[in-house]
Protein backbone atom coordinates (compact mmCIF):
# COMPACT_ATOMS: atom_id res chain seq x y z
CA UNK A 1 0.00 0.00 0.00
CA UNK A 2 1.50 3.14 -0.85
CA UNK A 3 -0.82 5.44 1.13
CA UNK A 4 0.04 8.19 -1.93
CA UNK A 5 -3.49 9.60 -2.51
CA UNK A 6 -5.12 8.79 0.98
CA UNK A 7 -4.70 10.03 4.60
CA UNK A 8 -3.01 6.68 6.68
CA UNK A 9 -5.51 7.32 9.22
CA UNK A 10 -8.93 6.23 7.97
CA UNK A 11 -10.88 6.41 10.76
CA UNK A 12 -13.02 9.58 9.82
CA UNK A 13 -13.87 7.39 6.62
CA UNK A 14 -14.82 4.36 8.72
CA UNK A 15 -17.33 6.75 11.24
CA UNK A 16 -18.84 7.81 7.80
CA UNK A 17 -19.38 4.49 6.47
CA UNK A 18 -20.90 3.77 9.55
CA UNK A 19 -22.81 6.51 9.96
CA UNK A 20 -24.19 6.59 6.37
CA UNK A 21 -23.47 3.37 4.34
CA UNK A 22 -26.06 0.74 3.48
CA UNK A 23 -23.96 -1.99 2.39
CA UNK A 24 -25.02 -4.68 0.17
CA UNK A 25 -26.31 -8.20 0.90
CA UNK A 26 -25.06 -7.32 4.47
CA UNK A 27 -26.76 -7.56 7.91
CA UNK A 28 -25.72 -4.37 9.47
CA UNK A 29 -26.33 -5.32 13.33
CA UNK A 30 -22.49 -7.04 13.54
CA UNK A 31 -21.24 -2.94 12.72
CA UNK A 32 -22.70 -2.11 15.94
CA UNK A 33 -19.34 -3.60 17.68
CA UNK A 34 -17.19 -4.02 14.77
CA UNK A 35 -16.00 -1.64 11.87
CA UNK A 36 -17.06 -2.72 8.45
CA UNK A 37 -14.14 -3.79 6.16
CA UNK A 38 -13.14 -0.86 3.38
CA UNK A 39 -10.73 -1.61 1.03
CA UNK A 40 -8.31 1.21 0.08
CA UNK A 41 -6.35 -0.14 -2.99
CA UNK A 42 -5.93 -3.33 -5.09
CA UNK A 43 -2.93 -4.13 -7.67
CA UNK A 44 -2.62 -7.23 -9.15
CA UNK A 45 -4.34 -10.06 -7.37
CA UNK A 46 -4.42 -8.37 -3.74
CA UNK A 47 -5.89 -5.45 -1.63
CA UNK A 48 -5.33 -3.72 0.96
CA UNK A 49 -7.17 -2.56 3.79
CA UNK A 50 -7.95 0.34 5.92
CA UNK A 51 -5.83 -1.23 8.26
CA UNK A 52 -3.06 -2.39 5.89
CA UNK A 53 -3.82 -5.73 6.14
CA UNK A 54 -2.92 -7.80 2.53
CA UNK A 55 -5.32 -9.91 1.44
CA UNK A 56 -5.34 -12.48 -2.09
CA UNK A 57 -8.07 -11.78 -3.51
CA UNK A 58 -9.71 -15.12 -5.12
CA UNK A 59 -12.83 -14.18 -5.54
CA UNK A 60 -11.93 -11.09 -8.25
CA UNK A 61 -13.53 -8.38 -6.02
CA UNK A 62 -16.16 -10.45 -4.22
CA UNK A 63 -18.48 -11.30 -7.20
CA UNK A 64 -16.01 -12.47 -10.00
CA UNK A 65 -15.60 -8.90 -11.55
CA UNK A 66 -12.40 -8.29 -11.54
CA UNK A 67 -11.23 -10.29 -14.80
CA UNK A 68 -7.51 -8.26 -15.42
CA UNK A 69 -7.01 -7.70 -11.61
CA UNK A 70 -6.17 -4.24 -9.85
CA UNK A 71 -4.66 -1.35 -10.64
CA UNK A 72 -4.37 -1.12 -14.59
CA UNK A 73 -3.48 2.01 -15.28
CA UNK A 74 -3.98 1.64 -19.45
CA UNK A 75 -7.80 1.13 -18.73
CA UNK A 76 -8.09 3.66 -15.88
CA UNK A 77 -5.77 6.25 -18.94
CA UNK A 78 -8.30 4.97 -22.09
CA UNK A 79 -11.31 6.09 -19.43
CA UNK A 80 -9.30 9.40 -18.47
CA UNK A 81 -8.75 9.96 -22.52
CA UNK A 82 -12.29 9.11 -23.11
CA UNK A 83 -14.23 11.27 -20.88
CA UNK A 84 -12.22 14.07 -21.05
CA UNK A 85 -12.81 14.19 -24.88
CA UNK A 86 -16.77 12.97 -24.59
CA UNK A 87 -18.48 11.44 -21.03
CA UNK A 88 -21.63 11.02 -22.36
CA UNK A 89 -24.39 11.72 -24.69
CA UNK A 90 -27.84 9.39 -24.92
CA UNK A 91 -27.61 6.09 -26.55
CA UNK A 92 -30.11 7.20 -29.14
CA UNK A 93 -26.42 8.36 -31.03
CA UNK A 94 -23.75 6.70 -30.82
CA UNK A 95 -20.35 7.36 -29.66
CA UNK A 96 -16.67 6.71 -30.30
CA UNK A 97 -15.91 3.59 -27.89
CA UNK A 98 -19.58 2.27 -27.79
CA UNK A 99 -19.08 1.15 -31.77
CA UNK A 100 -15.40 0.64 -31.54
CA UNK A 101 -16.29 -1.90 -28.55
CA UNK A 102 -19.34 -3.55 -29.84
CA UNK A 103 -17.55 -4.17 -33.48
CA UNK A 104 -14.95 -6.13 -31.01
CA UNK A 105 -17.12 -8.03 -29.18
CA UNK A 106 -19.31 -9.09 -32.03
CA UNK A 107 -15.60 -10.30 -33.69
CA UNK A 108 -15.84 -12.60 -30.65
CA UNK A 109 -19.41 -14.01 -30.88
CA UNK A 110 -19.88 -15.33 -34.46
CA UNK A 111 -23.73 -15.53 -34.89
CA UNK A 112 -24.80 -12.43 -32.76
CA UNK A 113 -24.75 -8.92 -34.40
CA UNK A 114 -26.19 -6.46 -32.22
CA UNK A 115 -25.11 -4.91 -28.74
CA UNK A 116 -27.66 -2.61 -26.57
CA UNK A 117 -25.51 -0.84 -23.79
CA UNK A 118 -27.00 -0.95 -20.38
CA UNK A 119 -25.35 -0.60 -16.42
CA UNK A 120 -26.41 -3.93 -14.79
CA UNK A 121 -26.57 -7.37 -15.34
CA UNK A 122 -29.86 -7.16 -14.00
CA UNK A 123 -30.93 -4.36 -16.63
CA UNK A 124 -29.08 -6.60 -19.69
CA UNK A 125 -31.34 -9.14 -18.39
CA UNK A 126 -34.35 -7.37 -18.01
CA UNK A 127 -33.97 -5.78 -21.75
CA UNK A 128 -33.94 -9.61 -22.77
CA UNK A 129 -37.33 -10.28 -21.25
CA UNK A 130 -39.07 -6.60 -22.57
CA UNK A 131 -37.91 -7.86 -25.95
CA UNK A 132 -39.24 -11.61 -25.22
CA UNK A 133 -42.08 -9.97 -24.44
CA UNK A 134 -42.53 -7.41 -27.44
CA UNK A 135 -41.60 -10.06 -29.83
CA UNK A 136 -45.04 -12.08 -28.45
CA UNK A 137 -47.25 -9.49 -29.00
CA UNK A 138 -45.82 -8.67 -32.76
CA UNK A 139 -45.89 -12.03 -33.71
CA UNK A 140 -47.36 -14.57 -31.50
CA UNK A 141 -50.96 -12.61 -31.32
CA UNK A 142 -49.81 -11.67 -27.40
CA UNK A 143 -49.41 -15.18 -26.26
CA UNK A 144 -45.58 -16.38 -26.34
CA UNK A 145 -44.81 -14.33 -23.42
CA UNK A 146 -43.76 -17.06 -21.10
CA UNK A 147 -40.34 -17.19 -20.39
CA UNK A 148 -38.43 -20.05 -18.64
CA UNK A 149 -35.36 -20.10 -16.03
CA UNK A 150 -34.35 -22.56 -14.24
CA UNK A 151 -33.95 -23.71 -10.52
CA UNK A 152 -30.53 -22.36 -8.79
CA UNK A 153 -29.88 -19.63 -11.61
CA UNK A 154 -30.19 -16.21 -10.85
CA UNK A 155 -30.28 -13.55 -12.96
CA UNK A 156 -30.39 -9.69 -10.63
CA UNK A 157 -32.03 -8.17 -8.34
CA UNK A 158 -34.66 -5.88 -9.53
CA UNK A 159 -38.17 -7.42 -9.29
CA UNK A 160 -38.57 -8.90 -13.17
CA UNK A 161 -35.26 -10.56 -12.88
CA UNK A 162 -36.28 -11.85 -9.37
CA UNK A 163 -39.02 -13.24 -11.36
CA UNK A 164 -36.61 -15.54 -12.78
CA UNK A 165 -35.39 -16.37 -9.80
CA UNK A 166 -34.43 -19.49 -8.99
CA UNK A 167 -32.53 -19.11 -5.15
CA UNK A 168 -35.42 -19.12 -2.99
CA UNK A 169 -33.50 -17.31 -0.34
CA UNK A 170 -32.82 -14.45 -2.69
CA UNK A 171 -36.53 -14.18 -3.36
CA UNK A 172 -38.16 -14.81 0.07
CA UNK A 173 -40.38 -11.53 1.33
CA UNK A 174 -40.02 -9.66 -1.96
CA UNK A 175 -43.12 -11.05 -3.80
CA UNK A 176 -45.09 -10.81 -5.60
CA UNK A 177 -43.90 -11.06 -8.50
CA UNK A 178 -44.34 -10.72 -12.34
CA UNK A 179 -46.09 -13.19 -13.71
CA UNK A 180 -45.57 -15.52 -16.55
CA UNK A 181 -42.04 -16.86 -15.48
CA UNK A 182 -41.92 -20.20 -14.96
CA UNK A 183 -39.03 -22.61 -13.43
CA UNK A 184 -37.66 -25.32 -14.87
CA UNK A 185 -35.61 -27.84 -12.53
CA UNK A 186 -31.84 -27.78 -12.35
CA UNK A 187 -29.05 -29.73 -13.95
CA UNK A 188 -26.65 -30.65 -10.77
CA UNK A 189 -25.37 -33.59 -11.43
CA UNK A 190 -23.80 -33.77 -7.73
CA UNK A 191 -27.39 -33.65 -6.57
CA UNK A 192 -29.35 -36.26 -10.05
CA UNK A 193 -31.05 -37.97 -6.72
CA UNK A 194 -33.42 -34.93 -6.53
CA UNK A 195 -34.77 -35.79 -9.85
CA UNK A 196 -34.52 -39.61 -9.30
CA UNK A 197 -31.66 -39.96 -11.95
CA UNK A 198 -29.01 -42.30 -10.30
CA UNK A 199 -28.77 -44.73 -12.51
CA UNK A 200 -28.14 -41.78 -15.31
CA UNK A 201 -24.18 -40.90 -16.58
CA UNK A 202 -22.97 -38.97 -18.98
CA UNK A 203 -24.96 -37.88 -21.89
CA UNK A 204 -27.39 -40.13 -21.03
CA UNK A 205 -28.21 -38.19 -17.46
CA UNK A 206 -27.46 -34.50 -19.49
CA UNK A 207 -30.43 -35.51 -22.11
CA UNK A 208 -32.37 -36.64 -19.55
CA UNK A 209 -32.28 -33.55 -17.27
CA UNK A 210 -32.93 -31.12 -20.76
CA UNK A 211 -35.67 -33.19 -21.26
CA UNK A 212 -37.07 -31.96 -17.81
CA UNK A 213 -36.98 -28.71 -19.81
CA UNK A 214 -39.33 -29.96 -22.63
CA UNK A 215 -42.16 -31.66 -19.76
CA UNK A 216 -42.36 -28.13 -18.68
CA UNK A 217 -42.80 -26.56 -22.05
CA UNK A 218 -45.34 -29.44 -22.93
CA UNK A 219 -47.32 -28.36 -19.44
CA UNK A 220 -47.15 -24.74 -20.22
CA UNK A 221 -48.31 -25.12 -23.43
CA UNK A 222 -45.17 -24.55 -26.60
CA UNK A 223 -47.44 -21.67 -28.21
CA UNK A 224 -47.49 -19.60 -24.63
CA UNK A 225 -43.78 -20.82 -23.88
CA UNK A 226 -41.34 -17.04 -25.65
CA UNK A 227 -38.01 -18.10 -24.18
CA UNK A 228 -35.73 -19.88 -21.85
CA UNK A 229 -33.11 -18.02 -20.09
CA UNK A 230 -30.21 -20.22 -18.29
CA UNK A 231 -27.00 -19.63 -16.81
CA UNK A 232 -24.18 -21.30 -18.95
CA UNK A 233 -22.31 -22.68 -15.66
CA UNK A 234 -24.68 -21.31 -12.97
CA UNK A 235 -22.78 -19.46 -11.01
CA UNK A 236 -24.21 -17.92 -7.11
CA UNK A 237 -26.35 -21.14 -7.06
CA UNK A 238 -23.52 -23.59 -6.31
CA UNK A 239 -21.04 -23.33 -9.38
CA UNK A 240 -22.99 -25.67 -11.78
CA UNK A 241 -21.96 -27.07 -14.86
CA UNK A 242 -24.50 -28.78 -16.90
CA UNK A 243 -23.90 -32.79 -17.49
CA UNK A 244 -22.66 -33.69 -21.26
CA UNK A 245 -25.65 -34.22 -23.63
CA UNK A 246 -27.63 -31.57 -21.82
CA UNK A 247 -26.85 -28.19 -24.14
CA UNK A 248 -27.11 -30.15 -27.73
CA UNK A 249 -30.66 -31.01 -26.28
CA UNK A 250 -31.67 -27.63 -25.23
CA UNK A 251 -30.75 -26.22 -28.43
CA UNK A 252 -33.35 -29.05 -30.22
CA UNK A 253 -35.79 -28.57 -27.71
CA UNK A 254 -35.30 -24.81 -28.20
CA UNK A 255 -35.87 -25.26 -32.26
CA UNK A 256 -38.57 -27.59 -31.60
CA UNK A 257 -41.00 -25.72 -29.75
CA UNK A 258 -39.97 -22.31 -31.21
CA UNK A 259 -38.12 -20.99 -28.11
CA UNK A 260 -35.88 -18.29 -27.88
CA UNK A 261 -32.58 -18.99 -26.13
CA UNK A 262 -31.06 -16.46 -23.78
CA UNK A 263 -27.80 -17.36 -22.10
CA UNK A 264 -26.81 -14.78 -19.13
CA UNK A 265 -23.14 -14.96 -19.28
CA UNK A 266 -22.78 -11.90 -16.23
CA UNK A 267 -20.24 -14.21 -14.57
CA UNK A 268 -19.03 -16.86 -17.54
CA UNK A 269 -18.67 -13.82 -19.80
CA UNK A 270 -15.16 -12.44 -21.25
CA UNK A 271 -13.09 -15.47 -20.18
CA UNK A 272 -13.92 -16.69 -16.58
CA UNK A 273 -14.64 -20.14 -18.32
CA UNK A 274 -11.52 -19.96 -19.96
CA UNK A 275 -10.41 -20.84 -23.63
CA UNK A 276 -13.66 -19.51 -24.76
CA UNK A 277 -14.68 -16.02 -24.43
CA UNK A 278 -18.02 -16.99 -23.26
CA UNK A 279 -19.25 -19.91 -21.63
CA UNK A 280 -21.85 -20.95 -23.85
CA UNK A 281 -19.27 -21.13 -26.56
CA UNK A 282 -17.74 -24.51 -24.83
CA UNK A 283 -21.16 -26.19 -25.84
CA UNK A 284 -21.56 -25.24 -29.24
CA UNK A 285 -25.01 -23.39 -29.26
CA UNK A 286 -26.28 -20.68 -30.75
CA UNK A 287 -28.35 -18.73 -27.85
CA UNK A 288 -30.85 -15.41 -29.63
CA UNK A 289 -29.86 -13.73 -26.39
CA UNK A 290 -26.90 -13.47 -24.82
CA UNK A 291 -26.58 -10.42 -21.60
CA UNK A 292 -23.15 -9.76 -19.94
CA UNK A 293 -21.71 -7.46 -16.98
CA UNK A 294 -19.01 -8.10 -14.12
CA UNK A 295 -15.74 -9.07 -16.14
CA UNK A 296 -16.71 -6.82 -19.27
CA UNK A 297 -14.92 -4.08 -17.82
CA UNK A 298 -13.66 -5.76 -15.09
CA UNK A 299 -15.32 -2.97 -12.76
CA UNK A 300 -12.98 -0.49 -13.98
CA UNK A 301 -16.49 1.02 -15.39
CA UNK A 302 -20.18 0.26 -14.69
CA UNK A 303 -20.85 -1.75 -17.82
CA UNK A 304 -23.73 -4.19 -19.27
CA UNK A 305 -25.03 -5.26 -22.32
CA UNK A 306 -27.69 -7.21 -24.22
CA UNK A 307 -26.41 -8.44 -27.39
CA UNK A 308 -29.12 -10.44 -29.87
CA UNK A 309 -28.87 -12.05 -33.14
CA UNK A 310 -29.44 -9.89 -36.36
CA UNK A 311 -32.60 -12.03 -36.92
CA UNK A 312 -34.22 -10.63 -33.28
CA UNK A 313 -32.91 -6.86 -34.52
CA UNK A 314 -34.71 -7.05 -37.46
CA UNK A 315 -37.81 -8.32 -35.96
CA UNK A 316 -38.20 -4.39 -34.37
CA UNK A 317 -37.53 -2.61 -37.56
CA UNK A 318 -39.44 -4.34 -39.89
CA UNK A 319 -42.87 -1.92 -40.43
CA UNK A 320 -41.21 2.05 -39.32
CA UNK A 321 -44.69 3.45 -40.31
CA UNK A 322 -46.09 1.90 -36.97
CA UNK A 323 -44.63 4.29 -34.29
CA UNK A 324 -45.23 1.26 -32.06
CA UNK A 325 -42.93 -1.30 -33.76
CA UNK A 326 -39.70 -0.96 -32.53
CA UNK A 327 -37.75 -1.77 -29.27
CA UNK A 328 -39.24 1.72 -27.05
CA UNK A 329 -36.30 1.13 -24.19
CA UNK A 330 -33.88 3.35 -22.89
CA UNK A 331 -31.38 3.29 -20.40
CA UNK A 332 -29.67 6.59 -19.26
CA UNK A 333 -26.12 5.53 -18.72
CA UNK A 334 -25.68 3.07 -21.40
CA UNK A 335 -24.68 6.36 -23.13
CA UNK A 336 -21.38 6.71 -20.89
CA UNK A 337 -18.88 6.42 -23.15
CA UNK A 338 -16.46 5.23 -19.77
CA UNK A 339 -17.68 1.76 -20.04
CA UNK A 340 -17.05 1.20 -23.73
CA UNK A 341 -14.02 2.54 -23.23
CA UNK A 342 -12.74 0.22 -20.23
CA UNK A 343 -14.14 -2.42 -22.24
CA UNK A 344 -12.31 -2.10 -24.88
CA UNK A 345 -8.78 -1.99 -23.20
CA UNK A 346 -9.59 -4.75 -20.97
CA UNK A 347 -10.26 -7.21 -24.08
CA UNK A 348 -7.25 -5.95 -25.30
CA UNK A 349 -5.13 -6.99 -21.97
CA UNK A 350 -7.16 -10.20 -22.06
CA UNK A 351 -6.33 -11.00 -25.57
CA UNK A 352 -2.20 -9.30 -25.56
CA UNK A 353 -1.89 -11.09 -21.86
CA UNK A 354 -2.86 -14.57 -23.30
CA UNK A 355 -5.40 -14.48 -20.57
CA UNK A 356 -8.22 -17.49 -21.82
CA UNK A 357 -5.09 -19.79 -21.83
CA UNK A 358 -3.45 -18.82 -18.71
CA UNK A 359 -7.07 -19.05 -17.13
CA UNK A 360 -7.76 -22.58 -18.53
CA UNK A 361 -4.59 -23.51 -17.00
CA UNK A 362 -4.52 -21.87 -14.10
CA UNK A 363 -8.15 -23.54 -13.80
CA UNK A 364 -6.86 -26.87 -13.91
CA UNK A 365 -4.52 -26.37 -11.21
CA UNK A 366 -7.15 -24.76 -8.82
CA UNK A 367 -9.42 -27.91 -9.80
CA UNK A 368 -6.47 -30.48 -9.02
CA UNK A 369 -5.20 -28.64 -6.17
CA UNK A 370 -9.12 -28.76 -4.78
CA UNK A 371 -9.47 -31.95 -5.88
CA UNK A 372 -6.48 -33.29 -4.04
CA UNK A 373 -7.64 -31.90 -0.86
CA UNK A 374 -10.80 -33.80 -1.43
CA UNK A 375 -8.23 -36.31 -0.62
CA UNK A 376 -7.66 -35.42 2.69
CA UNK A 377 -11.04 -33.92 3.76
CA UNK A 378 -14.10 -35.71 3.91
CA UNK A 379 -16.17 -33.15 4.18
CA UNK A 380 -15.51 -31.68 0.57
CA UNK A 381 -18.03 -33.73 -1.57
CA UNK A 382 -17.81 -32.61 -4.63
CA UNK A 383 -15.67 -29.86 -7.12
CA UNK A 384 -16.91 -28.76 -9.95
CA UNK A 385 -17.08 -25.59 -12.46
CA UNK A 386 -14.99 -24.21 -15.36
CA UNK A 387 -11.53 -22.00 -16.22
CA UNK A 388 -11.74 -20.02 -12.82
CA UNK A 389 -14.79 -20.29 -11.76
CA UNK A 390 -14.90 -23.54 -9.24
CA UNK A 391 -16.79 -24.57 -6.16
CA UNK A 392 -16.41 -26.96 -3.57
CA UNK A 393 -19.31 -28.28 -1.60
CA UNK A 394 -19.09 -29.33 1.62
CA UNK A 395 -21.46 -31.96 3.25
CA UNK A 396 -21.22 -33.41 6.26
CA UNK A 397 -21.70 -36.96 4.99
CA UNK A 398 -20.81 -38.25 2.03
CA UNK A 399 -23.05 -40.41 0.89
CA UNK A 400 -26.28 -38.89 1.80
CA UNK A 401 -24.81 -35.59 1.03
CA UNK A 402 -25.98 -33.74 3.92
CA UNK A 403 -24.73 -30.05 2.97
CA UNK A 404 -22.44 -29.15 6.19
CA UNK A 405 -24.07 -26.42 8.23
CA UNK A 406 -23.92 -22.99 7.04
CA UNK A 407 -22.01 -21.68 10.09
CA UNK A 408 -18.69 -23.90 9.65
CA UNK A 409 -18.94 -22.85 6.14
CA UNK A 410 -18.80 -19.02 7.05
CA UNK A 411 -16.21 -20.44 9.54
CA UNK A 412 -13.87 -22.09 6.46
CA UNK A 413 -14.45 -18.45 5.31
CA UNK A 414 -13.19 -16.38 8.04
CA UNK A 415 -10.48 -18.35 8.60
CA UNK A 416 -9.43 -18.03 5.27
CA UNK A 417 -9.42 -14.52 5.32
CA UNK A 418 -6.97 -14.67 9.16
CA UNK A 419 -4.57 -16.45 6.70
CA UNK A 420 -5.22 -13.53 4.33
CA UNK A 421 -7.30 -14.68 1.64
CA UNK A 422 -10.35 -13.85 0.33
CA UNK A 423 -12.61 -16.83 -0.97
CA UNK A 424 -16.61 -17.10 -0.87
CA UNK A 425 -19.46 -19.12 -0.69
CA UNK A 426 -22.55 -19.43 -2.30
CA UNK A 427 -25.11 -17.16 0.21
CA UNK A 428 -28.36 -16.26 0.95
CA UNK A 429 -29.29 -18.94 -2.35
CA UNK A 430 -30.75 -21.89 -2.14
CA UNK A 431 -32.26 -22.92 1.40
CA UNK A 432 -30.17 -25.32 3.33
CA UNK A 433 -27.78 -24.95 0.64
CA UNK A 434 -25.40 -22.09 1.17
CA UNK A 435 -22.46 -24.82 1.54
CA UNK A 436 -20.48 -24.52 -1.64
CA UNK A 437 -17.28 -22.54 -1.55
CA UNK A 438 -16.69 -20.43 -4.35
CA UNK A 439 -13.30 -19.68 -5.87
CA UNK A 440 -13.07 -17.02 -8.88
CA UNK A 441 -9.17 -15.57 -8.90
CA UNK A 442 -8.23 -12.93 -11.49
CA UNK A 443 -7.40 -14.26 -14.71
CA UNK A 444 -3.46 -13.40 -14.24
CA UNK A 445 -3.50 -15.98 -11.32
CA UNK A 446 -0.06 -17.29 -10.91
CA UNK A 447 0.95 -20.69 -10.23
CA UNK A 448 1.79 -19.57 -6.51
CA UNK A 449 -1.24 -17.57 -5.79
CA UNK A 450 -3.74 -20.44 -6.94
CA UNK A 451 -1.40 -23.03 -4.32
CA UNK A 452 -1.97 -20.15 -2.13
CA UNK A 453 -5.45 -20.07 -1.81
CA UNK A 454 -5.59 -23.80 -1.96
CA UNK A 455 -3.52 -24.02 1.44
CA UNK A 456 -5.26 -21.63 2.70
CA UNK A 457 -8.39 -23.56 2.25
CA UNK A 458 -6.49 -26.88 3.31
CA UNK A 459 -5.85 -25.34 6.91
CA UNK A 460 -8.63 -23.32 7.12
CA UNK A 461 -10.88 -26.98 6.73
CA UNK A 462 -8.61 -28.50 9.31
CA UNK A 463 -9.15 -25.72 11.72
CA UNK A 464 -12.92 -25.75 11.39
CA UNK A 465 -14.14 -29.99 10.70
CA UNK A 466 -10.66 -30.94 12.26
C1 LIG B 1 -25.60 -14.87 -13.41
C2 LIG B 1 -25.94 -13.48 -12.97
N1 LIG B 1 -26.81 -12.78 -13.69
C3 LIG B 1 -27.14 -11.52 -13.36
C4 LIG B 1 -26.60 -10.92 -12.26
C5 LIG B 1 -27.01 -9.52 -11.89
O1 LIG B 1 -26.01 -8.63 -12.19
P1 LIG B 1 -25.97 -7.18 -11.50
O2 LIG B 1 -25.67 -7.38 -10.06
O3 LIG B 1 -24.91 -6.47 -12.28
O4 LIG B 1 -27.31 -6.58 -11.72
C6 LIG B 1 -25.66 -11.61 -11.48
C7 LIG B 1 -25.05 -10.98 -10.30
O5 LIG B 1 -24.44 -11.60 -9.46
C8 LIG B 1 -25.34 -12.94 -11.84
O6 LIG B 1 -24.49 -13.66 -11.09
Redesign the pocket.
Known sequence: MDGNHLDNDLSRVIAADKANVWHHLFQHKVLEENDPRIIVEGKGMRVWDQNGKEWLDAVSGG??TVNVGYGRESIAKAVHDQILKMCYFAQAAGSVPGALFAEKLIEKMPGMSRVYYV???????EKAFKMVRQIAHKKYGGKKTKILYRDR??????LA?MSAGGQQERNMQYGPFAPDFIKVPHCMEYRKHEHGMEHLEGEELGIAMANLIEEVILQEGPDTVGALCL?PV???GGVIEAPEGYWPRVQEICKQYDVLLHI?????GIGRTGTEWFGYQHYGIKPDFV?M??GVASGYAAI?VMVTTEEVFNMFKDDASDPMNYFRDISTFGGCTAGPAAALENMRIIEDEGLLENCTNMGARLRGNLEALMEKHAVIGDVRGKGLFMGAELVSDRDTKEPAPEAKVQAVIAECGAQGVIIGATNRSVPGRNNTLCFSPALIATADDIDKITEAVDVALTRVFG
Not at 119 to 125: I, V
Not at 153 to 158: A, L, M, N, P, Q
Open positions: VWNSGSEANDYHGSTTETAGDEVVCTAKA
